[in-house]
């Protein structure tokens, strides 16, 4: 139940909305007050009077019920208590009820959000610059298809430039096919680092021959082309694979070769195109921006142009209510720029397309530079990172089986934790140790929260729970009823504000408050009914948290 909605159906002041009252009502800052509040200052244009006098008469309206146990007013404010066994019993049902689907909703049911993400480079190092944009626009897919969307993963393949023409001369120059097949992705990055360290005037033009004999439709340079096409996507797969990634549509940007033509013409007809110095541009002057490059002086079409295309491909065939491009900050200005360009052209959705925007990722211990190969391959942030969990996990825990995979669940889930903990927007840090920490605000702290709460549920045994006389709830246990509580809210607003983080905050907050209770009160030693109670509890809890690290991409091994 959404309380604050419930408190603002109760409270009536005439000329203002049940919304705003809704919006007002804050959670004071010690409970003993109550667990909302109202500030009434707000009312006090509207209702002429002082906002004492305003909070006792409301106070007199409103008549606690089996949610409300008690309504109170001090110093201009109105507290309200809630019922708390009422409110743990409804809780603990509705997670017994509702299992992983807890949280879920069908808010977004009839409405598809298309999803940009990962969208990683052919031939390119698939490196620690792309951990983000992978796990955040993973996990917000997973969220909008929780809220009853329909979420269409689309990977925007960075597949179409002049670094294939450079591939392929490479290729020719140095390379050996069963090598570069042995090799995969990374004999493919050799040859392009090479080729930038070594190129001359002639094998520039020489690539860019090449460039144009797969764009002529050249059978040997379409099929190299492929052949590196399909290297990098069975390998970036694997790492999806493992980080418990999904994609409807690999579209990348070749795919729009055809599909830039009619757009050309859309921006002519319209009038929007105009010649500089042989290039085609929209001029964007009017709106504080550089123009947005349509066609090169030699016709070559531009990263904007395929965006442009892309965006109305994606109208016309999936019908979104909204388009998200989970890309970092760095490109700002472009998506201002061809988001402008279809509202100019008249696409009233332009309105639809968001650019969620995110912050940079460094390691600790090294900087990168991708054209000279010295980069750090996600690959390798988590193995490392699973090689050091399973050091973590095997000294607090020799004796368990399947370290390996529990491992690689503590690893990788520490890899996306770790991006995905902090507002979106702030450049982060990557550091093995803190993200591995069991102590910090980390994915391990969760991940063993979990199994402290199944071991607790298994000492019990078969647990028949009856929840219809729950004695009131001591603190320790109202804190943890509360946050189960809020769950379903803290997903929606972290899908409405594009920020998984909400998710992650909210896994450590309910971790915190349930090891609170778990060493405060004695759940197995308790006497029956409240034994009962407690055991409910932290079966909810257990629930609660696997399906909040479930949206992140995050499993929780059984024991740690
Ligand atoms: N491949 C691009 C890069 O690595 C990101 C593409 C993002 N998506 C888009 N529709 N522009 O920078």
């Not at 390119?124 to 929780?146: E, M, Q, R, W």
């Not at 009038?271 to 016709?299: F, H, T, W």
């Not at 927007?425 to 140790?433: E, N, P």
């Amino acid at each position: 139940m959404d309380y604050k909605k419930y408190i603002a159906s109760l409270v009536k002041v005439d000329g203002v909305s049940e919304e705003e009252i809704c919006a007002a009502i804050a959670l004071p800052p010690n409970s003993q007050m109550g667990d909302y509040a109202l500030p009434c200052f707000r009312f006090a244009k509207v209702m002429r009077k002082s906002p004492v006098a305003i909070a006792d008469e409301l106070a007199k309206s409103v008549a606690p019920d089996g949610v409300i146990s008690q309504v109170s007013a001090v110093n201009g404010y109105l507290n309200f208590k809630i019922n708390k066994s009422g409110l743990a019993r409804e809780v603990l049902a509705k997670i017994a009820e509702e299992g992983e689907r807890y949280g879920s909703s069908d808010v977004g049911s009839g409405r598809t959000v298309c999803i940009d993400y990962s969208s990683v480079n052919i031939a390119k190092p698939f490196h620690i610059g792309h951990l983000s944009t992978t796990v955040l626009g993973s996990a917000l897919y997973k969220i909008y298809n929780f809220l009853g969307y329909r979420a269409v993963g689309i990977n925007h393949l960075g597949d179409y430039g002049t670094q294939f023409g450079k591939l392929i001369s490479a290729y020719k120059r140095w390379g050996d096919r069963d090598e570069v097949e042995k090799g995969g992705i990374h004999a493919v990055n050799d040859l392009y680092v090479r080729f930038n360290n070594e190129a001359d005037e002639e094998m520039e033009r020489e690539a860019r021959e090449y460039f144009r004999l797969i764009e002529s439709g050249d059978r040997e340079a379409n099929e190299l082309f492929e052949w590196f096409k399909s290297l990098t996507l069975d390998y970036v797969k694997k790492i999806y694979e493992r980080l418990d990634v999904h994609f409807d549509s690999y579209a990348g940007e070749r795919f729009y070769t055809d599909k830039m033509g009619p757009v050309i013409d859309e921006l002519r007809e319209k009038g929007l195109l105009k010649e500089s110095n042989g290039a085609q541009i929209v001029d964007l002057e009017p709106y504080g921006m550089p123009p947005c490059l349509i066609l090169r002086s030699d016709g070559a079409s531009l990263y904007a142009t395929r965006d442009i295309a892309a965006a109305i491909y994606r109208k016309n065939t999936y019908d979104f209510y909204k388009c998200l491009y989970v890309v970092a900050y760095q490109q700002n200005l472009h998506f201002r720029q061809f988001f402008k360009v279809l509202e100019l052209m008249g696409k009233e959705w332009a309105k639809d397309l968001v650019h969620v925007a995110y912050g940079m990722v460094s390691l600790e211990d090294g900087a990168m530079s991708t054209r000279k190969g010295k980069v750090v391959w996600l690959e390798d942030v988590i193995s490392k990172c699973v090689e050091k969990a399973y050091a973590v996990v095997n000294e607090k825990n020799p004796g368990l089986e399947n370290k390996r995979e529990i491992a690689e669940k503590v690893g990788v889930g520490a890899v996306i934790f770790g991006a995905l903990y902090n507002n979106k927007i702030k450049d982060i840090t990557f550091s093995y140790d803190r993200v591995l920490s069991f102590e910090g605000e980390t994915s391990v702290y969760v991940q063993y929260t979990c199994a402290r709460a199944a071991s607790v549920l298994e000492k019990a045994g078969e647990t028949a729970c009856q929840l219809t006389d729950i004695a009131e709830p001591g603190d320790e246990e109202f804190e943890v009823v509360k946050s189960l509580a809020a769950f379903p809210e803290t997903v929606v607003e972290a899908a409405e504000k594009y920020e998984p983080s909400y998710v992650a905050r909210y896994a450590v907050d309910l971790a915190q408050k349930f090891n609170k209770f778990y060493f405060d009160c004695k759940i197995l030693t308790a006497e029956e009914g409240v034994k009962q109670f407690r055991l409910a509890l932290t079966g909810a809890v257990l629930r609660t948290l696997k399906n909040a690290l479930g949206l992140l991409g995050i499993g929780v091994p059984d024991k740690m």
